[in-house]
């Protein structure tokens, strides 16, 4: 017995050791970018705030519940063998009264809070400097539209810190969920509706995004990634986004425009002055907006990050890359490949 003991032992330790590095390993962004505990603006800080405040309820609660449990099994109850008759009480007013209006209480200190929390953090008005942006969910990748600025971008949407963003999501396709745990939480996207998160980011970085609703073979492969400005730099980002690709003067990016308009690319990707689609195109597939391709981080989704290789690999296979993707296959080998990623990555 003594050695089964001594085994049940550190098994356990065991278990608890691993439990605990489980815990810590949880607490760092590094490697869990999607972390919904960190809060970097208005609206993620009160959805956190909520989820604690409800979390002590339910913990109390929980310790209630416990300590009756455990009253009524090492106090309350009787033994095999004790003296006394049973009651023949069959009701008792008072305590079926109790547990009638303790739970409705608890389910009135949950919902106060909550429906305070959706009514201040998502206001019918918005104060006159909100910056609309429109997010366009697409299988399976996110094209991001400034109505007010006439910029177009994809897979990144850059927003100032300290300015409300007012987000208007649809669908092109199927439904998708708009989720950036840490800057406006999640909103599922809805083709024929259109849903609505207001955040104000406070904390310039580089913050992570997921469609977090099935929507086909690559549901996984739909990220996005969400850049907190300085006003200062996105002003810059702005005026930007608004020039024209830089034309290329000649060697291989020179030769890559060429194969760009020579291949089927433009009939659905845009690039401004390059080739886009007229204001009577309303059917088909549309790709994403290529003016600036270069200058963005990464590409395919967000899921690759994006240097000539990876651009490379793209073209050659997308569909190894991102299984069940609507761009073709080109037949692009050797130079003809390099010249179009050079000329890819020269439209900064």
């Given at each position: 017995m003594m050695p089964r003991a001594a085994d049940f032992k550190r098994a356990t330790r065991a278990a608890a050791m691993a439990m605990i590095t489980a815990m810590l390993a949880g607490c760092t962004e590094t490697h869990f970018p999607l972390d919904t505990l960190s809060p970097k603006s208005d609206l993620t800080r009160a959805i956190l705030d909520l989820f604690k405040e409800i979390t002590i309820l339910d913990s109390i609660v929980l310790l209630v519940v416990i300590g009756a449990m455990i009253g009524a099994i090492f106090i309350y109850s009787s033994r095999e063998g004790d003296p006394g008759e049973p009651s023949a009480t069959?009701?008792?007013?008072?305590?079926?009264?109790?547990?009638?209006?303790?739970?409705a209480i608890i389910l009135i200190a949950i919902t106060v809070p909550t429906v305070h929390t959706i009514i201040r953090t998502q206001p019918d008005q918005w104060p006159a400097d909100t910056l609309r942006v429109r997010v366009i969910a697409h299988q399976w990748w996110w094209e991001f539209r400034y109505p007010t600025l006439g910029v177009v971008t994809a897979d990144e949407v850059h927003i100032p810190a300290g300015q409300p963003i007012h987000f208007e999501m649809v669908s092109e396709d199927v439904i998708h969920s708009f989720f950036m745990p840490s800057i406006g939480g999640k909103r599922d996207v809805v083709p024929g509706q259109e849903n609505q998160i207001t955040t104000t980011a406070d904390t310039p970085g580089k913050y992570y995004g997921q469609c977090t609703e099935f929507c086909g073979a690559s549901h996984a492969n739909m990220r996005f990634r969400v850049f907190v400005d300085t006003p200062e730099a996105f002003k810059q980002w702005t005026a930007h986004q608004l020039e024209g690709p830089l034309k290329p003067a000649g060697g291989s990016a020179a030769a890559g425009a060429k194969i760009w308009a020579d291949a089927p690319c433009a009939i659905c990707h845009t690039i401004k002055g390059v080739s886009g689609f007229s204001k009577d195109y309303t059917f088909g597939f549309r790709g994403p907006d290529l003016t600036h391709f270069g200058s963005?981080?990464?590409?395919?989704?967000?899921?690759?990050?994006?240097?000539?290789?990876?651009?490379?690999?793209?073209?050659?296979?997308?569909d190894a890359v991102k299984p069940g993707a609507n761009m073709p296959t080109l037949g692009l080998r050797g130079q003809q490949l390099s010249d179009l990623v050079a000329y890819l990555e020269s439209l900064k």
């Open positions: 069959h009701s008792d007013v008072t305590l079926e009264m109790l547990w009638t209006v303790i739970p963005r981080t990464t590409l395919a989704g967000s899921i690759m990050d994006n240097t000539p290789a990876n651009v490379a690999l793209w073209i050659t296979n997308p």
